[in-house]
Structure formats: C-alpha cells, structure tokens
C-alpha cells in the first residue's frame, strides 16, 4: 500500500487541517446578536446625515416614532434582497407610527442610479464610510450588510441585527409594540 513516509507525511497533513480548522473557530466572532447587544438599551447616538440632494437630517428628527434603520449598500445582493420587504413593511405599518430608514453605505451617484430603477416609499440618507463608519456608530462592529438597528419611540435602541430581516422579523419590529421584541 503505501510506505511508511507516505503515511507519516498523510497523518502529519491530517493533523495540520484538524489544527488550522480548530485554530480557525476559535477565532471566529461571537454570533451576532451577543456581539452588538452592548447598544441595546442605549440612546441613539446624536448624528447627522446628508440626504441624496445634500439636506442634513439629525436620526433624533424621527424620535416619536418607532425607528427601523437598515443599512445597506447598491452592490450589496441581500441587502437589496431584502429592500422589497423593507419597502412592505413601511407601506404597511408607516400609518401605525413606524419608519424604516435607509442609510446607504455606498457613493451617492450609485445610490442614486439604484433608487432611480428600484425606487422604495421610506427616505433615504447617506452614511459615513471613512473610519469610524455610520454603521459603526450604530453598533455594526463588524461592518456587515445588511445591518438594522430597531430603536424605540424614545430614542433607545431595542434591538439589532446583522444580516438580512425575515418578513416575520419585520412584522414583530415595526408593528405597534406592547413589549420590546
């Protein structure tokens, strides 16, 4: 079969993989929802955001109402997966006291361009993204879009979420709330 240096060389390459993927895991992040639960509860954090024609728009503008902010970006594909849905729910539950807010982590024209051909019924700001980026700033630590932030209608933040919102996850974060999700 094979020779005995053939086998050490096979067990030794074994070895390597099972110690590189356990070196690999450990490193990993925790899941997301421990990772970015440090805002949760916090307030909002005071900023202010150009729209697509230059207007400024402090976030503490839509306090009175309950706030979805989805991050998002023209070349990224779940976040524009999950547009149709984000673009529903405002429909759906705009009339109810709830908002969703886009902020675009692209360049302007780009986001223009989209918005032309796919065009949603919630505004639309332009965040930073030169260090330290909007989505940062809202607790998206490991930059990841989609990102949401769901804050309350007294400016806290009740929950966030890396990744794209299930129509059920948007249900239960824009429709009027007795209890925090």
């Not at 990993?28 to 421990?34: F, G, L, R, T, Y």
């Not at 202010?48 to 400024?56: S, T, V």
């Amino acid at each position: 079969m094979f020779s005995r240096s053939t086998n050490v060389i096979l067990l030794l390459a074994v070895l390597a993989a099972v110690l590189g993927g356990i070196v690999q895991h450990r490193r990993q992040a925790p899941p997301e929802e421990s990772a970015e639960s440090t805002l949760v509860g916090k307030p909002l954090p005071a900023l202010i955001l150009p729209d697509l024609e230059g207007r400024a728009h402090a976030l503490s503008d839509y306090r009175g109402r309950r706030l979805l902010i989805n991050f998002w970006a023209s070349w990224c594909g779940p976040c524009l997966k999950e547009m149709p849905a984000l673009n529903q729910a405002q429909e759906k539950f705009g009339g109810q006291g709830a908002i969703v807010l886009g902020i675009a982590m692209d360049e302007p024209t780009r986001v223009r361009a989209f918005l032309r051909a796919h065009p949603v019924s919630y505004p639309i700001l332009l965040g930073r993204i030169e260090p330290p980026s909007t989505s940062l700033q809202l607790g998206d630590k490991r930059e990841i879009l989609p990102f949401s932030v769901l804050v309350d209608a007294a400016g806290r933040i009740i929950a966030t979420h890396a990744g794209v919102l299930s129509r059920p996850q948007l249900e239960q974060w824009l429709a009027p709330a007795t209890t925090p999700p």
